[in-house]
Each structure stands twice: as C-alpha cells, then as structure tokens.
C-alpha cells in the first residue's frame, strides 16, 4: 500500500497548470512530492530485506500470473540553454509509472512439459511533466499520459532454426523491442516516455546464448502531439502509424573464436525503413537499408574489452517532410563506435575505456544526396550523454573521441563518468538536437566538451533506487560562430531521480 501511496501523492499534488505563477506554493509542492515518494521507501528496510526482489514476491502469489510495476520521478535543471536562440535556463519535474501484468494460459493436461504455452500482457505506461515554460523543448518524448504501452500475446517453446537444442518464442501486438547493443532498436530507460510498436517479434535462442531476432513491427504514435496539450498532460490514445513499417534480422553468435579470444561476440543485422504520408503524419518519405556488425566483448576483471559496432545505410528519401517536396536523395550514410576498455582488480572495480563515436553528416545540401546517419529507433544516452532536456549529443553528423570512468564500490552503488571532445563530422551540416546549421561551413565543426557523470545507489536492494547526474558542455568554435547562437556558450544540467519496483 505505501508503494500505492507514494504514486497517488506524486500525481495527485500537483493540479496546476503551466500557467500557474505562484513559485512558491509551486516549489513546496515538489518538495512534498519527492519526499512522499522517498520517506515510504527509506521506511521499508525491514520488509525489503525480508523480499530482495520484488518481482519474485508477486510472482510467489500465482504460478499464472506476474504482476509488476515500477513508478519514478525526476527533477532536472538546466543552466544556459544550446538549442537555437535559447535564453535562460530550464528546469522540469518528470514523473513515469509503469503497470505490466503477464497471464500463463494453461496447458492441456496431454501436452508434453515442452510444449509450446501462450502468454497474454498488458503494460500500462502514465508519463507527466511539470514546470516547463516556452523554452523547454518538449514533446511526447516527454508527455505521454495514461495509454497502453505493451499489450500482446507470447508463444514460448516454439521450434527453433539456429540449432538442434534451441527453443524460440514469437511475439505478436504491441510491444516493445530491444536488441543486441539497442543502438539499432531500444526499450529506452532514462527517457520519460517509452517507445513501443505494432507486429511481430520472433526470438531464437539456443544453450549456448545465441541468438536469431526478427521483427516486423510498426510504431507508434505517441500522443498528445500538441505543445498545448502537452504542457496540459492531456489524455490522448496512441495510435499506429500504419504507414511506417520497420524489418529486421539480427543475429548474436556468442562465441566466435573462442580458441583464441574468450567471451568474444559477433552479431550481423540488417533492419529495414518504409514510409510514406498518411492524412495525420506527414514523413520525407524514407526507404532505408541499414547493414551492419558488432564485436563484443564483456568486461571482467583483469581483462581487456572491447565493443565495436559499424552501420551502413543506403536507400532514398526526400529533403523534407513537405508533402510539395518531391525531390528524391540518394542516401548513403555510416555509423562507428569503437571502444576499448580494462577492468581492474581493485577496490571499487574501475573500469577505464577510451571510445570513438562516428556518425556521418551531409557535406551538401545541394548535391542530391542525403549523407546524414540519422538515429532512428535507437538510444543514444548509454554511449554519449545525459539526455532528456540536455543531451547535446546524438548518433547523427558526430565525431567525438573519448574516455570513460565506472566504479562498482559495492552491489548497492555504481556510478560513471564520461568526456568527449565532440565535433561535427561536417561543418555544412546541422547540429541536429540543437537545431543549428552553418551551410557554408564558416563557422567550424568544433561542438565543445562535454562532461556527463552518473551515481546510483539501492535504497533497498532491488525496490527502491536513488540517481544523480550532472553534465557541462564547454561551447567551441561552432558554438560561438554558428547562426541563431544562444545567449550562453555554456550549459550545466543535473537531476536527480528516485525510483520505486513493486
């Protein structure tokens, strides 16, 4: 019941509207909402201690049923905004709960204990946001009020086609979908709304940890989509966006050469992009090819890792989503990471790696051809950045060298560091989050230095946890000279989050 507490007293103290300029009274009630959802959890030792994972509890309750959930806040605060012309600051209170139920359908009394079973899921997701002004780049990446994230039917112990041994499973309806890196296709987890899609996702794994997916999915609309609804948290049904259909096979071989190099794994992929308009939404009309490659290697102690992992992408598109543009590009685009790490075998386990994001920018607008690797369905904050109202940095027109601190003090707390030095790969093109561009390539390709960090630490093992985070990006060249330039050449974001598992 505190866990039902501390949800209905986040969502339920704060009636006000976007309007509303009464500061303090505003500032108070965030206060009380926080320590609402923090003083149930601090208070909770004794019974966490008693059940350390949440999810078996109610998994104990019913062989047939599971039953979980999770709800979060976030507050975050922005110092000197980058976008284009940004003045100020910013700040936002961002709050997600989760509810995800899973029913066993049985089996028939006859049926082998390996036959094939069906389970049917529901995934309720309630996404808000609070404190934002005109100046908050808001969208319903931000705002999704109660809708239905996840609802599908799964059949386990299916035939495989990878491996005598293998069993596989296949997933129809709405759901979500994360595979390999997730640097393709990603189950955000930072984000205050997550995605999700309509269609099918088949899975073969076998004994060995290898892996064969393949979807064919669409996604979804995520509304409201006004600014006027989304600064109200209006309530909105999703809808599919039928006319967006999105392929993929990937393969995850777990062991690759193991007479030679322990733990190391290869994947192949190739994902597909169809669109075109409808009457609701509008598109530039993308048909995308994207082939690529990972080597992975986990880390552990006393070892060298290493996760690599290249993008192609050919195909067409238009220049814009202006259903008058008719002009067709020629796309060819290209993503890399590389990263290179060792893990010590000391006190707080800290891992040092040094790491090299590419992604392709159009060097001409005028030329036919689009050369922008755009980030897509993907994530970007586990390899770049803090994200959500900062997050400077994204998969598209980048060249940013850099390196990277975690620690493991213990199981309860963790924590990161990161830096790079991030470039445009081409100074004609824009700087695609903040929205800036110099065409004639006159004002560098220098972005800045960006400094992100990250701390967590298990309030109660496995039910409650608290996060905090700051970043800074160190304006360069293209900062300072770029058109539509901001009133600061430097930004400092921090937040701070508490999450409750029930």
Do not use: C
């Amino acid at each position: 019941m505190q866990s039902n507490y501390a949800y209905i007293s986040l969502h339920g103290l704060m009636p006000w509207t976007q309007t509303d300029n009464q500061k303090p009274a505003r500032v108070l009630r965030i206060l009380l909402s926080v320590s609402a959802l923090i003083w149930p959890l601090t208070t909770q030792s004794a019974v966490g201690a008693e059940l350390p994972n949440a999810k078996r509890s109610h998994a104990d309750r019913s062989h047939w049923l599971t039953l979980e959930g999770e709800t979060r806040a976030r507050f975050e605060t922005l110092d000197g905004q980058f976008r284009a012309n940004g003045k100020g600051g910013d700040q936002l209170l961002a709050l997600r709960t989760l509810l995800r139920a899973e029913a066993r359908l049985p089996r028939s009394t006859t049926n082998q204990p390996n036959s094939p079973s069906i389970t049917l899921g529901i995934e309720l997701q309630d996404s808000r946001t609070y404190l934002g002004d005109d100046g908050t780049p808001l969208s319903s990446s931000y705002t999704n009020p109660l809708d239905v994230l996840q609802l599908y039917a799964r059949a386990d112990n299916l035939p495989s086609v990878i491996d005598y041994d293998a069993t596989s499973h296949l997933t129809l309806g709405r759901q979500t979908v994360s595979i390999g890196s997730k640097r393709q296709i990603e189950r955000v987890s930072y984000a205050n709304v997550i995605k999700s899609y309509t269609g099918a996702h088949w899975v073969s794994h076998s004994g060995q940890g290898d892996q064969l997916h393949a979807i064919y999915v669409v996604p979804i609309n995520r509304r409201p989509s006004t600014q006027t609804k989304i600064f109200d948290n209006e309530l909105e049904s999703d809808k599919e966006q039928w006319q967006r259909r999105i392929w993929g096979l990937h393969f995850i071989k777990r062991e690759i050469l193991s007479e030679r190099v322990s733990n190391l794994q290869g994947e192949a992929f190739i994902y597909g992009l169809e669109e075109n308009d409808s009457q609701r939404f509008q598109t530039p009309d993308r048909a995308y090819t994207t082939v690529g490659f990972r080597l992975f290697r986990e880390a552990q102690a006393n070892q060298w890792d290493t996760d690599i992992e290249a993008a192609y992408r050919s195909g067409t598109r238009y220049a814009s989503s202006n259903p008058a543009d008719t002009n067709s590009l020629e796309v060819r685009a290209l993503m890399l990471i590389a990263a290179l790490g060792y893990t010590f075998d000391m006190a707080w386990q800290p891992r040092l790696s040094l790491e090299y994001y590419y992604a392709s920018g159009d060097d001409d607008p005028n030329d036919n051809k689009f050369d922008q690797y755009e980030r897509l369905f993907g994530g970007r904050r586990s390899d770049l950045n803090n994200t959500s109202i900062h997050g400077p940095l994204t998969p598209a027109n980048l060249s940013a060298p850099g390196l990277r601190l975690r620690v493991k003090p213990n199981d309860r707390v963790d924590g990161w560091f990161q830096y790079h030095a991030a470039s445009l790969a081409s100074a004609t093109d824009r700087w695609t989050v903040a929205r800036r561009r110099d065409p004639q390539g006159q004002s560098g390709k220098f972005i800045g230095h960006t400094l992100d960090a990250r701390m967590r630490y298990w309030l109660v093992p496995q039910r409650a946890r608290l996060e905090v985070g700051a970043s800074a990006l160190l304006g360069g060249d293209f900062v300072e000279q770029a058109p539509d330039k901001p009133e600061a050449e430097d930004t400092y974001f921090g937040y701070v989050q508490a999450t409750l598992h029930f």
